[in-house]
């Protein structure tokens, strides 16, 4: 950022760009899920050497890009100035302008989620190219979130991205650190995959998905292998408190598995924002 820019337009300016791509998460968040269930269906019954379900080839083919954006109602079309971020579901009241039906405030709040993670890194990190790729990692950390508490999955289509741009953050910006973020990639797999195995072999079940390991890998390579404990501990608490608050309060909850990316994601963006702090309060607490 150059020196005579004017500070206080660069919160306005962050806050809006977070705001944007919060906008574009959300389009992820709804489209990319079934986007590759039709996809894994195509391919699945291609291996098969079977046609095509006639019912899935019918339905209309979406992208993150087309059709444009609509109401899930109604399918009506959303004028631009209905779409800008956080304003535009504001001005409608959270309602369609068409069928009056109300609009998830799953949107809004994933629009201002971007816009505070947004805020956040550069307020920590300042306005540099290094907060720009810290940026993308968050949000992508906020997609996979939400993706994982709807659906239960975490895209390869999104973790392995995560996880090379991590060891790139590291080459282009840290490349003292690029060792660390490798072992931490392998480490962070290698982790979650022997708990996962340790656990089916005692109980005969299934205690996570291979989605989980490849996150933990790509937070090992933004973060480096110390960090992982530190992940592991802060993801395994937080969800321990949340699962117990929920199977308590929630009783068709109750022993329905939860995902542990969410978590993950979570602790990620702890880790992210405040990696250093942590580190140095996590030795003095191991050297005491």
């Not at 999104?158 to 490349?175: K, N, V």
């Not at 292998?225 to 608490?237: E, H, R, T």
């Not at 929630?250 to 880790?271: E, K, N, Q, S, V």
Request: proline share 8%; with cysteine.
């Amino acid at each position: 950022m150059p020196a005579d820019f004017p500070p206080l337009l660069l919160w306005p300016l962050v806050a809006i760009l977070g705001l944007c791509l919060g906008s574009f998460v959300n389009v992820v968040i709804a489209r990319l899920p079934p986007m590759l269930m039709r996809q894994w269906h195509v391919e699945a019954r291609a291996a098969l050497q079977m046609d095509v379900d006639p019912e899935v080839a019918e339905l209309p083919k979406v992208n993150l890009a087309t059709p444009g954006s609509h109401c899930p109602n109604c399918a009506a079309n959303i004028a631009w100035h209905d779409n800008i971020p956080l304003l535009g579901y504001l001005k409608r009241r959270g309602r369609c302008a068409h069928c009056s039906q109300p609009i998830s405030a799953r949107y809004p709040l994933i629009e201002l989620a971007g816009g505070v993670l947004a805020v956040a890194v550069v307020a920590l990190h300042g306005a540099t190219l290094a907060s720009l790729a810290l940026i993308g990692a968050c949000l992508t950390l906020l997609a996979l979130a939400v993706i994982d508490l709807r659906t239960q999955l975490l895209p390869d289509v999104l973790t392995l991205p995560l996880l090379w741009a991590g060891l790139l953050y590291q080459l282009f910006f840290q490349p003292w650190q690029l060792p660390s973020a490798v072992i931490g990639a392998v480490a962070g797999y290698s982790v979650l995959w022997a708990f996962y195995w340790l656990f089916k072999l005692i109980t005969g079940k299934e205690g996570m998905g291979y989605g989980d390991f490849k996150l933990l890998a790509a937070l090992g390579a933004w973060l480096g292998w110390p960090l992982l404990p530190l992940l592991l501990i802060l993801s395994a608490g937080v969800g321990a408190v949340i699962g117990s608050i929920v199977q308590l309060t929630i009783p068709r909850l109750r022993g329905m598995p939860l995902p542990f990316g969410p978590f993950l994601a979570l602790a990620g963006w702890i880790a992210l924002l405040y990696g250093a702090p942590l580190m140095a309060a996590y030795r003095s607490l191991l050297l005491s």
